[in-house]
């Protein structure tokens, strides 16, 4: 007792580059004026540099700060802002999608087929059991929460978490309960050429004024 002093050691085996956590640590007394750290609040949350066996002391030179998490406001590319969108049964299969798909929105309504949105950028997928990841976004889609399951044990809807362009935010909050949701995927070798395709839309309809007295009505009729 004379030569030691409480402190703090490796309660396992411990991997270089762990985050270290409070389970991970033991009281014991270790050497007196050995520059060990005593203070465990000093070490939680810091990435270990070398690995550590059972019993070993931390030193200062050990540790380094653990790089900080990732928001998920960090993860929308720049001059976009974050949509969730529900797609339809039976379009293209969320669970083949990974983050970083670019994607056209087409809605079929009454009013017939419109383009909403376009070169829409997947983030992540929540529900149906999958959970797509952007490139280099550090982890933050796994904030995002799962959608909980029903009795039968099959997940209730899937949500797609998308970037888009501000200007296409209330064409996208427009779509209608009855309408039907279509997602144009974008090949990734033409995307890496710079020259995805375009998507023309066709007009199905034609848009009429109706004047009746004082009122006036617009009515769609098909072409």
Same mark, same amino acid.
Request: charged residues 25%; aromatic residues 4%; positive net charge.
């Given at each position: 007792?004379?030569?030691?002093?409480?402190?703090?050691?490796?309660?396992?085996?411990?991997?270089?580059?762990?985050?270290?956590?409070?389970?991970?640590?033991?009281?014991?007394?270790?050497?007196?004026?050995?520059?060990?750290?005593?203070?465990?609040?000093?070490?939680?949350?810091?990435?270990?540099?070398?690995?550590?066996?059972?019993?070993?002391?931390? @030193? &200062?030179? +050990?540790?380094?700060?653990?790089? !900080?998490?990732?928001? =998920?406001?960090? /993860?929308?590319?720049?001059?976009? *802002?974050?949509?969730?969108?529900?797609?339809?049964?039976?379009?293209?299969?969320?669970?083949?999608?990974?983050?970083?798909?670019?994607?056209?929105?087409?809605?079929?309504?009454?009013?017939?087929?419109?383009?909403?949105?376009?070169?829409?950028?997947?983030?992540?997928?929540?529900?149906?059991?999958?959970?797509?990841?952007?490139?280099?976004?550090?982890?933050?889609?796994?904030?995002?929460?799962? @959608? &909980?399951? +029903?009795?039968?044990?099959?997940? !209730?809807?899937?949500? =797609?978490?998308? /970037?888009?362009?501000?200007?296409? *935010?209330?064409?996208?909050?427009?779509?209608?309960?009855?309408?039907?949701?279509?997602?144009?995927?974008?090949?990734?070798?033409?995307?890496?050429?710079?020259?995805?395709?375009?998507?023309?839309?066709?007009?199905?309809?034609?848009?009429?004024?109706?004047?009746?007295?004082?009122?006036?009505?617009?009515?769609?009729?098909?072409?």
């Amino acid at each position: 007792r004379m030569t030691t002093e409480p402190g703090w050691v490796a309660g396992g085996d411990i991997a270089a580059g762990a985050v270290i956590m409070p389970n991970m640590l033991k009281e014991a007394r270790v050497s007196d004026g050995a520059n060990v750290m005593s203070d465990p609040r000093s070490l939680f949350g810091k990435r270990l540099k070398i690995a550590k066996k059972e019993g070993d002391t931390f @030193k &200062p030179g +050990d540790i380094a700060a653990a790089p !900080a998490r990732k928001t =998920l406001a960090q /993860a929308i590319p720049e001059g976009r *802002v974050l949509y969730t969108l529900i797609p339809n049964v039976g379009g293209i299969p969320h669970s083949q999608l990974s983050g970083g798909d670019r994607f056209d929105v087409l809605v079929t309504g009454r009013g017939g087929v419109r383009t909403v949105a376009r070169d829409v950028r997947l983030i992540g997928v929540m529900g149906g059991g999958a959970k797509a990841q952007g490139p280099g976004d550090g982890g933050a889609v796994g904030m995002l929460k799962q @959608k &909980p399951k +029903d009795k039968s044990g099959s997940v !209730a809807g899937v949500s =797609l978490v998308v /970037a888009v362009y501000p200007d296409d *935010v209330y064409p996208l909050a427009s779509i209608g309960s009855s309408d039907k949701v279509s997602l144009v995927l974008h090949g990734s070798r033409d995307l890496a050429d710079g020259k995805p395709l375009t998507v023309r839309a066709v007009p199905t309809h034609r848009s009429i004024e109706v004047v009746s007295g004082l009122s006036r009505s617009r009515v769609n009729v098909r072409l």
